[in-house]
T-cell receptor, first 114, second 111 residues
Framework: GAVVSQHPSWVICKSGTSVKIECRSL??????MFWYRQFPKQSLMLMATSNEGSKATYEQGVEKDKFLINHASLTLSTLTVTSAHPEDSSFYIC??????????FGPGTRLTVT | RKEVEQDPGPFNVPEGATVAFNCTYSNSASQSFFWYRQDCRKEPKLLMS???SGNEDGRFTAQLNRASQYISLLIRDSKLSDSATYLC????????????FGSGTQLTVLP
């Protein structure tokens, strides 16, 4: 069964609004979670590393003030896309590590900004 | 040069065929390697890890060549259900378990 969940699975919002995406590890604690973005016909691109109890680490070119990450507990990380624009429309996927190198991915959230 | 390079395909093969994908990487500090499978509009799922000695899982065989800096995936007796995008993925040493993804190779197995 799924070990990482995401909510919502899809969302449509108007330009200028903010959208929050939740990522939960279901039966394990994850001190580190990762947020990826995938545009059509492209691979996953790491946006940021979410660290429980501390600030997220953002990849080069990702605006930390636009993509707010909060990792307040060992089982929950949230990504908020602030003032969304149509170019933010994408497939957002989170992942979490268990105690080995395997990462478990959430089912993804498809965001469409109109 | 990109860190990871894959032939994007598409590879269209008949059922029962054998198909192989390669993936080259440029960073010699790359430590652990994997093949993931991603179906359309779904999250990636781990297919298999890749070990230096080569490893096999049923119809799938993965190999790593550190000297030439590439990994390969061989699929024998292709099934319709093998149709997907195959991503080569690696960890860099000291990267805090951040995965780096190749752009993926699209495979379609035809009846």
């Amino acid at each position: 069964g799924a070990v990482v969940s995401q909510h919502p699975s899809w969302v449509i919002c108007k330009s200028g609004t903010s959208v929050k995406i939740e990522c939960r590890s279901l039966d394990f604690q994850a001190t580190t979670m990762f947020w990826y973005r995938q545009f059509p016909k492209q691979s996953l691109m790491l946006m940021a590393t979410s660290n429980e109890g501390s600030k997220a680490t953002y990849e080069q070119g990702v605006e930390k003030d636009k993509f707010l990450i909060n990792h307040a507990s060992l089982t929950l990380s949230t990504l908020t896309v602030t003032s969304a624009h149509p170019e933010d429309s994408s497939f957002y996927i989170c992942s979490a590590n268990r105690d080995n190198y395997e990462q478990y991915f959430g089912p993804g959230t498809r965001l469409t900004v109109t | 040069r990109k860190e990871v390079e894959q032939d994007p395909g598409p590879f269209n093969v008949p059922e029962g065929a054998t198909v192989a994908f390669n993936c080259t990487y440029s960073n010699s500090a790359s430590q652990s390697f994997f093949w993931y499978r991603q179906d359309c509009r779904k999250e990636p799922k781990l297919l298999m890890s890749v070990y230096s000695s080569g490893n096999e899982d049923g119809r799938f065989t993965a190999q790593l060549n550190r000297a030439s800096q590439y990994i390969s995936l061989l699929i024998r007796d292709s099934k319709l259900s093998d149709s997907a995008t195959y991503l080569c993925v690696f960890y860099r040493r000291g990267s805090a378990r951040q995965l780096t993804f190749g752009s993926g190779t699209q495979l379609t197995v035809l009846p």
